[in-house]
T-cell receptor, first 114, second 114 residues
Framework: KTQVEQSPQSLVVRQGENCVLQCNYSVTPDNHLRWFKQDTGKGLVSLTVLVHENDKTSNGRYSATLDKDAKHSTLHITATLLDDTATYICVVGDRGSALGRLHFGAGTQLIVIP | EAAVTQSPRSKVAVTGGKVTLSCHQTNNHDYMYWYRQDTGHGLRLIHYSYVADSTEKGDIPDGYKASRPSQENFSLILELASLSQTAVYFC?????????????FGPGTRLTVL
């Protein structure tokens, strides 16, 4: 059973618009949550990591929130650029140690058009 | 520049044939991982290693072997390739186990088994 669900599956926005990507999970325990960006044909690159109960992070035009009670995270992208076209993957770690496992979502494919 | 590289970047193999995928990292990391990515699904862990000459099974090890001859190199071996092993394979490294530490990913190898 999929333990990390991302929505929407795909999203098309115009350059300059804002967008919000959602991640819901059932992983227990939920030690941390990380958002990755995957350009087409490339590997995953970390955007941000959230650790605490109601964490909020910001990395340039990317900002993220985590609600551990609701097991929900959002990734906000402000003023999108064409280079933001990519798949965004939510990953939940069930421990903060070497014994932990990472649980990957299937990703949201974002397409930014001129 | 620290990096994770994979070779080949793409490969076509015949059913029943042997396939070796190679990964090299210059991050000086102890941990290395092999994942597979199937369309519409999240990455899944096949094998990992935390020290040279030792490998561990991940979540889906059946049909795969791994080899870690040195800290820098980690190979994934398909002794008898099958159609179901068609996927994109990613190698990653981290300086700690699958906990909080960020994993750095290679660009992936697209394997097609015919």
């Amino acid at each position: 059973k999929t333990q990390v669900e991302q929505s929407p599956q795909s999203l098309v926005v115009r350059q300059g618009e804002n967008c919000v990507l959602q991640c819901n999970y059932s992983v227990t325990p939920d030690n941390h949550l990380r958002w990755f960006k995957q350009d087409t044909g490339k590997g995953l690159v970390s955007l941000t990591v959230l650790v605490h109960e109601n964490d909020k992070t910001s990395n340039g035009r990317y900002s993220a929130t985590l609600d551990k009670d609701a097991k929900h995270s959002t990734l906000h992208i402000t003023a999108t650029l064409l280079d933001d076209t990519a798949t965004y993957i939510c990953v939940v770690g069930d421990r903060g140690s070497a014994l932990g496992r990472l649980h990957f979502g299937a990703g949201t494919q974002l397409i930014v058009i001129p | 520049e620290a990096a994770v590289t994979q070779s080949p970047r793409s490969k076509v193999a015949v059913t029943g044939g042997k396939v070796t995928l190679s990964c090299h990292q210059t991050n000086n990391h102890d941990y290395m991982y092999w994942y597979r990515q199937d369309t519409g699904h999240g990455l899944r862990l096949i094998h990992y290693s935390y020290v040279a000459d030792s490998t561990e099974k991940g979540d889906i090890p059946d049909g795969y072997k791994a080899s870690r001859p040195s800290q820098e190199n980690f190979s994934l071996i398909l002794e008898l390739a099958s159609l179901s092993q068609t996927a994109v394979y990613f190698c990653a490294s981290s300086d700690q186990g699958q906990g909080y530490a960020e994993q750095f990913f290679g660009p992936g190898t697209r394997l097609t088994v015919l």
